[in-house]
């Protein structure tokens, strides 16, 4: 080691400086968030999710920090070990109050940050279908209490438009999906991909294909699916735009995909 590099290794308040600096520099941007009053910039979004390049170099400094400190402890640096064990201790607290920041600024202004259906209103003259709702109010048993939707209901096996059936969730964005299963139909996997109408951007792709997707044997021929659960993340509640909803359907024995069927649902975001 140089005499120069030895002498900058020594100096142990160097090293934790940086690191701490940033932590306040990260303090600030997120103390800004609760303040912002509108939509958050792409860069303060970054810091607060722990992708930003403040962030990445943080991560750095403190796997640097903690072998440069295992390093004072082998040389017995007495001095360094105490007082640099300190200074990322009060690092260390920095950081901790900025997770608990980005905390409370989630719980509280989330609903900042995805604006997705705002930026995708309803278009006009484009026809579409309102999900049925989680309870039925014109279906009543003899004590007078609503009763469930059955999706089957709302089936009619002689018309393709209806085979698709969504309805509504307990929450905004959470709905539930059953399908008529054709005699045509040979073994294979069914499972359901939506798309935003005017932008035809894929919603939730990953998770709405595991939560959709279903196995169709002999057996389901001529029935109605039981109704499965899925979420679509973009978005808040209340700000409804269109999603196209297409049953994409793969034959076990050719190993081919196909689309079935579609269809037009006004939908919302689910406030994870």
């Known amino acids: ?13 160097i090293w934790p400086l940086p690191l701490i600096i940033l932590q306040i520099v990260q303090y600030f941007i997120i103390r800004d968030c609760h303040y912002t009053g509108g939509v958050v910039s792409e860069h303060v979004l970054q810091v607060v999710n722990g992708k930003s390049a403040i962030s990445t170099i943080c991560k750095i400094l403190y796997a640097g920090n903690v072998i440069i400190w295992i390093s004072y402890i082998v040389k017995r640096f007495k001095k360094a070990v105490k007082w640099h064990l300190l200074m990322m201790a009060a690092a260390t607290a920095l950081c901790i109050w900025n997770i608990l920041g980005i905390g409370v600024w989630w719980m509280f202004n989330a609903d900042l940050v995805d604006d997705f259906g705002k930026q995708h209103t309803i278009p006009e003259n484009v026809e579409y279908n309102e999900p049925l709702p989680s309870h039925y109010s014109d279906r009543v048993d003899e004590n007078g209490n609503s009763l469930a939707v059955d999706l089957s209901d709302f089936i009619n096996p002689d018309d393709s438009s209806t085979w698709l059936q969504v309805k509504n969730g307990l929450q905004g ?8 299963i054709p005699e045509a139909f ?15 951007a894929q919603l939730s792709s990953k998770s709405i294909r595991e939560r959709t997707l279903r196995k169709v044997t002999k057996e389901d021929k001529e029935k109605t699916t039981e109704p499965m659960r899925f979420s679509i993340y973009e978005g808040n509640w209340g700000e409804f735009y269109l999603a196209r909803f ?18 037009i649902y006004k939908v919302e975001g689910w406030m994870r």
């Open 1 to 13: 080691m140089g005499e120069f590099a030895k002498r900058i290794y020594q100096k142990w308040w």
């Open 173 to 180: 964005g959470i709905y539930h999906y059953s399908l008529f």
């Open 186 to 200: 040979d073994e294979g996997e069914i499972w359901l991909e939506c798309y935003e109408v005017t932008e035809n």
């Open 246 to 263: 297409e049953v994409w359907y793969m034959d076990y024995a050719t190993k081919t995909k196909r689309k079935l069927t579609e269809k």
